[in-house]
Nanobody, 126 residues
């Protein structure tokens, strides 16, 4: 599976962005998908994840209520809608696929994700 993230950019605090992650291959619909982010000098951190079935997505406390993860299996794409952005959301955002078929367990650890996109920069100015 190859993942291509896009949609990052520069936005003012309070603004919105929508990230997209397009996947190659026919197996996308089987995989749990997630977004992680990494700010300069910091560890990669979990942002949001969604099961293959889209049931009960998970969010980091820092983004819950502001970000929404969704997927369109017909388009092999997962999205991250980011609203009410804050300067502390500034980071490179990565999409990832867990590589396991139809798994109900939704991991929040980057160690459990097998495939990664190249990252897209999000910068929020104050």
């Amino acid at each position: 599976v190859q993942l291509q993230a896009s949609g990052g950019g520069l936005v003012q605090a309070g603004g919105s962005l929508r990230l997209s992650c397009a996947a190659s291959g026919r197996t996308f619909s089987r995989y749990g998908m997630a977004w992680f982010r990494q700010a300069p000098g910091k560890d990669r951190e979990f942002v949001a994840a969604i099961r293959w079935s889209s049931v009960m997505p998970s969010y980091a406390d820092s983004v819950r209520g502001r970000f929404t993860i969704s997927r369109d299996n017909a388009k092999n794409t997962v999205y991250l809608q980011m609203n009410s952005l804050k300067p502390e959301d500034t980071a490179v955002y990565y999409c990832a696929a867990d590589g396991s078929g139809y798994r109900d367990y939704l991991s929040l650890s980057f160690l459990d994700y097998e495939y990664w996109g190249q990252g897209t920069q999000v910068t929020v100015s104050s």
